[in-house]
């Protein structure tokens, strides 16, 4: 039986990073966010190279659930990087048939990188909101949600991807702290607008946390998201 992860993150996190991670074990296949052009489509949302992105994936997410994350691999693991924001108007019974996993960042990090590309930033886009709910719909039903703060992960790569791997069932492999520079063929028509900096990494790596403001008409953007990241906060694994 396939083991099919959902990594629902929000823009500008190292969710990148994560998928290139996985890309590294011998057992997986991994995807980038198969749901995008479903995403443009349905919410009309203007983004760099948004033409490209409807024409490369099939823009019905129905499908694209039966087809692709729900589909045959030639793996024993699927990895589906997904951003949270773009899972809008889907029946959402196939997450039963997958593991989800939150990966969260700091609304004021996420707001001022996303705003570089898409200036008219809201909450709805930093995808916590979305993040929430599935956190809301994984307690209802009485299972641990599986929440991953992307400060944590690059404090403390191989000690986060341990505790991941182990809650989800897998071997840890060493080969996930590391991989080659340049862009994966897997990645996205979207990568060069969006992946430069993780095309030039080779693993995660810890930096000295951003401490740019949020322009001054975002900072209400920042306020509202606040306390949806703290809430996810709360269940944050860790290592």
Not at 29 to 40: R, S, W
Not at 69 to 83: N, R, S, Y
Not at 144 to 157: E, F, H, I, Y
Not at 163 to 185: E, I, N, Q, T, Y
Request: glycine share 6%; with cysteine.
């Amino acid at each position: 039986m396939t083991l099919r992860i959902n990594c629902w993150s929000g823009p500008r996190n190292v969710s990148t990073s994560f998928m290139y991670a996985f890309r590294q074990r011998a057992d997986t296949t991994v995807f980038d966010e198969p749901i995008y052009a479903h995403y443009l489509r349905v919410t009309g949302r203007e983004h760099p190279g948004r033409d490209e992105v409807l024409a490369s994936q099939d823009p019905d997410g129905e499908a694209v659930v039966r087809d692709v994350i729900l589909g045959d691999h030639p793996t024993p693991v699927a990895f589906f990087k997904q951003m949270a924001q773009h899972f809008v108007d889907l029946d959402r019974d196939f997450l039963g048939d997958c593991r989800n996993l939150l990966l969260i960042r700091d609304p004021e990090r996420v707001v001022t990188s996303f705003a570089r590309n898409v200036p008219d930033v809201d909450v709805a886009d930093t995808g916590l909101p979305i993040q929430v709910d599935l956190l809301d719909a994984s307690l209802a039903a009485g299972d641990r949600p599986l929440v991953v703060d992307s400060a944590d992960l690059l404090a403390t790569p191989e000690a986060m991807l341990r505790r991941v791997c182990h809650d989800l069932g897998l071997d840890f492999d060493p080969a996930m702290l590391s991989w080659p520079a340049g862009p994966k063929p897997e990645d996205g028509v979207w990568a060069p607008h969006w992946y430069a900096s993780t095309h030039r990494s080779t693993g995660f790596e810890a930096s000295v946390p951003s401490t740019e403001p949020a322009p001054d008409h975002l900072r209400p953007v920042v306020e509202r998201a606040r306390p949806l990241y703290e809430r996810l906060l709360e269940f944050a694994v860790t290592a």
